[in-house]
Structure formats: C-alpha cells, structure tokens
T-cell receptor
C-alpha cells in the first residue's frame, strides 16, 4: 500500500528566503507526482506535475524534483513571499488509468513579511 | 467563472439524515472525482467517473451513492449520515481518465454531522 509522507508538517520563514518542502513515498512504482497548493477554505490548485520519466518541472519560482528510486520529491520555492503562505500537498499517481492519487498530509507554510 | 463549483459550501445536519452535495464543472472535462479530507487533513479518493461511468470506487460504504447525470455533473448523495462522515468533501475534474492529467478542484463542502 502506497504511503506518502511530507516533512515538515509546518514551516515558518521570513520573506525572501529560499525553502524546500519534502515528500517521500513508499512504493517507487508511481505513474506521476503532483504538487498542489491549498488555501484555507478553498480547494486545491495544481502547481506542478512530474511524469515518472521526468526528473523535474519548473514554474516561475517553483521547482519540483523527482527521484523515483529513492522515493523522494522536493518542492523548491525561491524568494518566498507572504502570498506563498498556504498548505502544500504532494500526491502520487499510481497508474495510468483513473488518475488515482494518494496524498501526503501536507506542509503548512507561513511566510512572514 | 468558477471552473469546478460545488454546493453547498457548508452542511450541518443530524445523524441519520440523508443529504446531497452537488458538483458541476464547466471545463469540458470527461472525468470527475469525489475526494474526502478528514480531520487530519488527509485527502482520499472516493469515486471517479469518466463520461458518466463509474471507474473508481475506493471501498466507500454503500450509504454513499454518486450520480452523474451528464459528464459535467457529479453529485454525491449520502444516506443515514453518521458522525464519522464529518469531513470536507472535494469534487474535482480532469480532461480525461488517462494518467498525467492535472486535476482541478472545487472549493469543498464542509459536512458536520451532529
């Protein structure tokens, strides 16, 4: 059974810092890995999707890497801003049918002005 | 325009009641989902429909019955509500059921069973 863990559970940083969020999964036979952002009282917003054959994806100040063999992914946020404050969720896709995702518990990020 | 909209946003009800949550997407997607986020904030898939056909049912109790009248709508009906059903329920959609599709989520329905 696939398990997804995110460390740390919460993180508080001053504005401008570069930071790394970690995600690990127990079964390396994944189809893809996605990072989402969840704001309080709102749904999830897809940030980056890395296919199993890829090593990383970038969007603006965000960079996500994937190491299938070690069961790890990292989300790097450059020059953090208060608007980045949210919960970041990692999810792994298990197969190529149905987009069935297994989510981690999330990292709650607070960026202080 | 909201891409994936679900109603109501909040639902407070008594144990034993029957309630429904509605979901609509205007993205032209073929596939829709229901996820449950429990008190520990873990999201778990419940159902997935592709073109109105059920393709995933993750051992959800029979009290939960999804209905998809067309591919733009996936409603969730819950019979005989129990305390443990209290959670936030999220609807989502994707272009297709194939892998490597980004999911688009609604803003959630917070269900409280008293």
């Amino acid at each position: 059974k696939q398990e997804v863990t995110q460390i740390p559970a919460a993180l508080s940083v001053p504005e401008g810092e570069n930071l790394v969020l970690n995600c690990s999964f127990t079964d390396s036979a994944i189809y893809n890995l996605q990072w989402f952002r969840q704001d309080p009282g709102k749904g999830l917003t897809s940030l980056l999707l890395i296919q199993s054959s890829q090593r990383e994806q970038t969007s603006g100040r965000l960079n996500a890497s994937l190491d299938k063999s070690s069961g790890r992914s990292t989300l790097y946020i450059a020059a953090s801003q208060p608007g980045d404050s949210a919960t970041y969720l990692c999810a792994v896709g298990l197969n190529n049918a149905g987009n069935m995702l297994t989510f981690g518990g999330g990292t709650r990020l607070m960026v202080k002005p | 325009d909201t891409a994936v909209s679900q109603t109501p946003k909040y639902l407070v009800t008594q144990m034993g009641n029957d309630k429904s949550i509605k979901c609509e997407q205007n993205l032209g997607h073929d596939t829709m989902y229901w996820y449950k986020q429990d008190s520990k904030k873990f999201l778990k898939i419940m159902f997935s429909y592709n073109n109105k056909e059920l393709i995933i049912n993750e051992t959800v109790p029979n009290r939960f019955s999804p209905k998809s009248p067309d591919k733009a709508h996936l409603n969730l009906h819950i019979n005989s509500l129990e305390l443990g059903d209290s959670a936030v329920y999220f609807c989502a959609s994707s272009h297709s059921a194939g892998g490597n599709e980004k999911l688009f989520f609604g803003s959630g329905t917070q269900l409280s069973v008293l």
